[in-house]
């Protein structure tokens, strides 16, 4: 599996919206492509016109296994990004919260 970001901009009008949308894309993710699409998390973004946009990270066999899940989901899935590296600048908050 690869590793990807995936661009989902100005999707949702609100957080009803999103919350929705990402309870259906979890669903599809968790029941019907687990071999294929791992979903990791998401950074949500106000976008500068006022709606809701998001970045993923996913795991996946390859680009059309995102692409398919987006379209299942009915989530825009155009713009993905294969991540060539990953730098760590910082641990992750959790593990120090963890140890406190």
Do not use: K
């Not at 100005?10 to 990402?22: D, V």
């Not at 155009?78 to 593990?95: C, G, K, M, N, S």
Request: include cysteine; glycine fraction near 6%; hydrophobic fraction near 40%.
């Amino acid at each position: 599996m690869n590793l990807y970001i995936v661009r989902r901009p100005s999707t949702w009008a609100n957080t009803q919206e999103l919350e929705a949308g990402i309870a259906r894309a979890a669903r599809l993710t968790n029941r019907e492509m687990s071999g294929r699409v791992r979903w990791i998390r998401c950074y949500v973004v106000n976008e500068r016109d006022g709606r809701i946009g998001m970045f993923d990270v996913y795991e996946a066999r390859d680009e059309a296994a995102i692409r398919e899940h987006a379209r299942r989901a009915g989530l825009p899935g155009d713009e993905i990004y294969p991540v060539e590296t990953t730098f760590i600048v910082r641990a992750d908050l959790d593990q120090f919260a963890a140890a406190a």
